[in-house]
């Protein structure tokens, strides 16, 4: 996966880590890139499995963390301009047990380091039907998220929560191959980025997903 740099020694954020394939394909890029890689799920399941993944790839438990949560509670409430804030006073905030799994920490924001310099974002599509979603194609519109407080949003807002939360606005957004490329980019003018690239990922010679990378000048 192309990867812009965003300086030296960065915190990249996986939002939706799942069994952490691209997480560990981060963590695996050199640590003058890529420091530390926060993976972050709502299943602690996920996490360990993604945990056991990184251990067979060989990935140094001192480049990856497991954050146990939700990531829109993470993006509004603990980060503002890729800096930690006190979110200490919340009282909804859940408290999860931190436990150590094949070497590798998982636990809950408690683990949160105090930056975070760029953020990777591949939320659930909307299950086998995405590819039917209208004759148009695919959009940041046609996600749908619940956040931490029970709001709905779609792709678009939370392409909004990670540009506010991250340090450089460096956000890599990981799409179906049927995306509407128009549509995309009105989305991202609206938000406020002007640099986008569209990165198309083949395999055998077929497109199989979209990877978009956005970043201020």
Same mark, same amino acid.
């Given at each position: ?6 300086? @030296?020694?960065?915190?990249? =954020?996986?939002s939706?880590?799942?069994? $952490? ?9 050199? @640590? ?5 890689? &926060?993976?972050?799920?709502? !299943?602690? @399941?996920?996490?360990?499995m ?10 140094? *438990? !001192?480049?990856? &963390? ?10 509004q409430?603990?980060?503002?301009? $890729?800096?930690?804030? !006190? ?8 408290k &999860? ?19 975070i310099?760029a ?7 909307? $299950? ?16 749908? =998220? ?8 779609? $792709?678009?807002?939370?392409? +909004? ?10 956000v890599?957004?990981? =799409?179906p ?6 549509? +995309?980019?009105? @989305?991202?003018?609206? &938000? ?16 199989? *997903?979209v990877t ?6």
């Amino acid at each position: 996966m192309k990867l812009i740099i965003f300086g @030296s020694d960065g915190v990249i =954020l996986d939002s939706f880590c799942g069994c $952490g394939g691209n997480a560990i394909g981060f963590a695996n890029l050199k @640590s003058s890139l890529i420091s530390l890689v &926060v993976c972050v799920d709502i !299943d602690r @399941s996920k996490l360990k499995m993604a945990a056991n993944n990184a251990s067979i790839y060989g990935v140094s *438990t !001192d480049r990856i &963390v497991f954050i146990e949560g939700d990531v829109t509670f993470i993006l509004q409430q603990c980060y503002k301009d $890729g800096i930690l804030v !006190d979110f200490s006073q919340l009282t909804n905030v859940k408290k &999860v047990e931190t436990e150590n799994h094949k070497g590798y920490n998982i636990g809950g924001y408690n683990l949160l380091p105090q930056n975070i310099d760029a953020i990777f974002l591949s939320p659930p599509w909307g $299950g086998p039907s995405y590819m039917n979603d209208n004759k148009k194609g695919y959009s940041l519109r046609s996600i749908s =998220l619940q956040t931490w407080d029970k709001e709905n949003i779609d $792709g678009q807002d939370l392409l +909004i929560l990670a540009k506010n939360a991250c340090k450089t606005k460096l956000v890599v957004y990981f =799409l179906p191959r049927n995306v509407n490329g128009h549509d +995309i980019g009105k @989305s991202v003018w609206r &938000v406020g980025y002007k640099d986008m690239e569209i990165e198309k990922n083949m395999l055998n010679g077929k497109l199989k *997903t979209v990877t978009m990378y956005l970043t201020q000048s």
